[in-house]
C-alpha cells in the first residue's frame, strides 16, 4: 500500500528524447520532487543524462536502481516492450510508477499491470498528458457548453511522410519494430488520439480496422483504417498513414454536431477552429513548455497525499484494447 511521501524523488528508467524536454525537467520544477537517479542499460548514455541534467546517481540495472533507497517513485521511459516488466518490477517494490504511454505493448500486458497495481496497493499512472493540456482543455469545453450542438460524428484523419531513419533497413526505429513497440507507429501515435477522444465522449465499445503494409520500408503496418462506436452510440472513424506524400501531411480530429463543427490537431497544436453558427471562430491556446508538467505535477500531489489523479493505469488500459482490436490483435 502506496503510503503519501513529503518529497517524491524520482529514478528514471530510460532517458531517451522524450525525458529531455516533454518531461524530464518537469519533475524537478515542481514542488517537493526531484530526479536522484537514472537507469539506461547503456551506460555512457546513463552517466551522459545524469551529469547533463545534475543528476546524483546513474545505474545501467533497473533493479539495481529500484534498491536505491533513495528512489521512491519511478518514471518509466522505455520503449512499450518493457513497460510491463518494470512497472510491476516497480510496484512490487512497493514504489509508484509514472509510465509512458501506450501503457503495454500489448493489451494483455495492461491487464497484469493492472492485477499488480490492485494486488499491491501501489498506484501506477501513465503519461497521455494532452488530457491536461490547457489547448484539449479548450477542445473539451467547446464540445462540452454545446457550442456544436449535438455531436453526430468524429473522424480521425492523419497522415505524414516516412521518416529518413524509415528507408534504412539494416537499422529500423525501435517504433516500427513489434517485438519492441507493439506495432508501428500506429501505437506509437494513435494512443494520444484515442484517448482524447474516449475522454470526451467516453469508452469506445465497438471497433474494427483494416491495417496494410504499402511502403514496403519495414514490417510493421504503415496504412490504417478504422471505425468504431462510443458507448452512448456515436460512430467515428480513422485512417492513419506513415507513407504519404509531403503534400497529404494531415493531423485534424473533426468534431461533427448538429449546429457546428469543431477541428483541431493532436500533435501540431495548429488553432482550434470552431465553424458554427454564431460564425467562424479560431483559438491558438499555448501549452506549457514542458507539455507533461500539469500532469506530473498532479502525479506529484497525489503521491503527497494532497489530491487525486485519476489518470491511471486502469483508465488507459481500453486504449490498447481498442489499438489491439484495429491491428487484429485480439
Not at 510508477?97 to 501506450?102: A, F, I, L, M, Q
Not at 539494416?170 to 501505437?187: H, K
Not at 497529404?248 to 448538429?258: E, L, M, P, S, W
Request: glycine residues 8%.
Amino acid at each position: 500500500m502506496h503510503t503519501p511521501q513529503n518529497v517524491v524523488r524520482w529514478g528514471f528508467i530510460g532517458c531517451g528524447e522524450v525525458t529531455e524536454k516533454k518531461s524530464g525537467p518537469a519533475f524537478s520544477l515542481i514542488p517537493g520532487s526531484s530526479v536522484v537517479a537514472v537507469m539506461s542499460r547503456n551506460a555512457e548514455r546513463a552517466r551522459s543524462y545524469a551529469e547533463r541534467h545534475d543528476i546524483p546517481r546513474w545505474y545501467t540495472d533497473a533493479q539495481a536502481l529500484l534498491n536505491d533507497p533513495a528512489v521512491n517513485a519511478v518514471y518509466i521511459a522505455t520503449p512499450p516492450s518493457s513497460h510491463a516488466t518494470y512497472a510491476i518490477m516497480a510496484m512490487k517494490s512497493g514504489k509508484p510508477v509514472y509510465v509512458e504511454k501506450p501503457l503495454a505493448a500489448t493489451y494483455e500486458e495492461c491487464l497484469r499491470i493492472n492485477r499488480v497495481s490492485q494486488q499491491t496497493g501501489v498506484p501506477c499512472f501513465v503519461a497521455f498528458y494532452r488530457r491536461r493540456l490547457p489547448y484539449f482543455k479548450k477542445v473539451g469545453e467547446i464540445v462540452r457548453t454545446g457550442a456544436i450542438g449535438r455531436v453526430m460524428g468524429v473522424q480521425i484523419r492523419f497522415a505524414v511522410p516516412p521518416r529518413d531513419l524509415d528507408y534504412n533497413r539494416t537499422q529500423l526505429p525501435w517504433r516500427v519494430q513489434r517485438d519492441i513497440a507493439g506495432g508501428g507507429y500506429f501505437y506509437d501515435l494513435a494512443p494520444h488520439q484515442l484517448d482524447l477522444l474516449q475522454q470526451l465522449f467516453g469508452p469506445i465499445t465497438r471497433v474494427g480496422g483494416f491495417c496494410s503494409n504499402r511502403a514496403g520500408l519495414y514490417d510493421t503496418e504503415d496504412t490504417v483504417s478504422a471505425a468504431f462506436q462510443f458507448v452512448d452510440g456515436l460512430p467515428g472513424s480513422g485512417t492513419w498513414s506513415f507513407c504519404a506524400h509531403e503534400s497529404a501531411r494531415t493531423d485534424r480530429i473533426q468534431i461533427i454536431g448538429d449546429h457546428g463543427q469543431v477541428n483541431f490537431s493532436v500533435f501540431t497544436y495548429e488553432p482550434i477552429v470552431l465553424d458554427a453558427e454564431l460564425g467562424h471562430q479560431t483559438f491558438d491556446v499555448p501549452n506549457p513548455q514542458h507539455v507533461q508538467m500539469p500532469l506530473i505535477r498532479e502525479v506529484v500531489e497525489h503521491l503527497q497525499g494532497h489530491g487525486v489523479c485519476d489518470l491511471d493505469s486502469v483508465s488507459a488500459t481500453s486504449v490498447n484494447w481498442v489499438m489491439d482490436k484495429i491491428l487484429g490483435k485480439i
